[in-house]
């Protein structure tokens, strides 16, 4: 079996204990030892990569992936892209995510039915380069909602998959589960961009969400909702949601029901996408209307409140930042852990381990992914400095000096620069 040693590194190991200088040894897809003492592990025949004191740490989660997203203006031209290109597309996406530290995401939604799983399935399958992956369904909607981008009188496919009714979402919800979908996409909250569903809307109703609930539950699949207002918060956790994206309107009452729900629930509040649209957008010809952006101004104030709320009262909350936009791109999506210190008041480490250990459980992987511990599934990266100190370190590529997933080098540590030694020992 192949064995990697990693002598003369700082681990940062994912769980938010101070990093301490050591060696780390990884056979197979695992970490099989970690020591403290320089010199003190011996492997015959690994490779050795001395890490000349770079810090060695657990690879990152997107807890809000769209890698089959085009990083276009227009959401509504995602309907346009044929599924050949499409599917292209979303392959190279995959990769620019695990070039950018990303060893796993959970996908948000993916564009077309079948892209996510066809995906999630080629890279399980060693075909093709990209994280640990879990496939979403289409953004399941209601006539008019987030995703309904039909016009009268002209035919468009969507993004989204539109239903109505409870009878319209299970048998949605049915179809995508015998497609292999690992998690189901509702938009029970409308969206500040959405002219006849607002952030502060909820367009779904309780049978419906119940209804694909049901299903999930049935068949061992989660369900995911884009859940802005308060009451479509209150109606996930009334049904058994687990993954709640934005929650960034919630009440008093729904986040004591959030916190009630602390063991089961994650929160994603997706700061990248609302930063970047207020503050950056403009820069790419996109300026939201006044009435939108005051509506995106209050929304992140209140989000950032609730989400320091929700984290004092136990909530995991989690980066991933709706990264699949001309002005945020996928591949920048490092920058949520940069907004959770700036906007959240994390320290670097705590947005780390927001990153590993945290996304390590949405994952449904908490016991075996998501930190350098002994035993643990080997999926690290070499960092040029100290992330612990300054995050922003990991939105750089070329400071990112290896990155392995399952025990093998995605990336290989460069040559040359002293921080790479191969021998047989
Ligand atoms: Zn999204």
């Known amino acids: 079996m192949t064995q990697i040693l990693f002598r003369n590194v700082t681990v940062v190991d994912g769980t938010g204990e101070p ?20 010199g003190a592990l011996s492997a015959p025949g690994a490779e050795v990569v001395d890490g000349g004191g770079a810090t060695l740490m657990p690879g990152m989660v997107e807890a809000h992936a769209h890698p089959s997203f085009a990083n276009t203006s227009d959401l509504a031209s995602l309907g346009d892209i044929p599924p050949e290109e499409h599917t292209l597309l979303t392959m190279k996406h995959v990769r620019v995510l695990l070039d950018h530290g990303f060893t796993s995401i959970l996908s948000a939604a993916s564009a077309k039915p079948r892209l996510d799983v066809v995906i999630r399935n080629a890279i399980n399958a060693g075909e093709i380069p990209g994280p640990r992956m879990l496939a979403a369904s289409p953004e399941m909607t209601v006539t008019g909602g987030l995703g309904d981008v039909r016009l009268h009188h002209h035919h468009r496919d969507s993004f989204a998959v539109i239903a109505d009714g409870p009878d319209e979402f299970r048998r949605a919800a049915r179809h995508f589960v015998r497609e292999g979908v690992d998690t189901l996409k509702i938009n029970p909250s409308g969206d500040e961009f959405v002219p006849s569903a607002r952030a502060m809307h909820t367009v779904m109703n309780e049978a419906e969400v119940a209804a694909v609930c049901e299903v999930a539950r049935s068949r061992g699949r989660r369900v995911a909702g884009h859940a802005r207002s308060a009451e479509s918060v209150k109606m996930c956790l009334r049904n058994g949601v687990e993954i709640l994206y934005h929650a960034t309107l919630s009440d008093a009452e729904a986040l004591d029901m959030l916190e009630a729900a602390k063991d089961r629930v994650f929160v994603a509040p997706t700061l990248g996408i609302t930063y970047t649209s207020l503050y950056e957008a403009k820069d790419y010809g996109v300026t939201p209307p006044r009435d939108v952006a005051r509506a995106l101004e209050a929304e992140l104030a209140l989000g950032c409140e609730n989400m320091r709320a929700l984290r004092r009262r136990g909530v995991r909350i989690l980066p991933g930042g709706d990264y699949g936009f001309t ?5 920048r999506n490092a920058r949520d852990l940069e907004h959770f210190v700036d906007l959240l008041g994390y320290t670097p480490m705590d947005a780390i381990v927001a990153a590993t250990r945290l996304g390590a459980q949405l994952m449904m992987l908490g016991d075996e992914l998501g930190q350098v511990r002994e035993g643990f599934l080997a999926d690290l990266l070499l960092v040029d400095g100290d992330p612990s100190k300054d995050v922003r370190i990991l939105q750089d590529r070329d400071r990112l000096l290896a990155i392995m997933k399952d025990g093998q080098f995605h990336k290989r540590p460069p040559a040359g620069r002293g921080a790479y030694a191969l021998a047989a020992e």
Do not use: C, D, M
């Open 327 to 331: 002005w945020n791109p996928i591949g």
């Open 19 to 38: 990093p301490f200088r050591g060696e780390v040894l990884v056979q197979g897809s695992r970490i099989q030892a970690i020591s403290r003492a320089a």
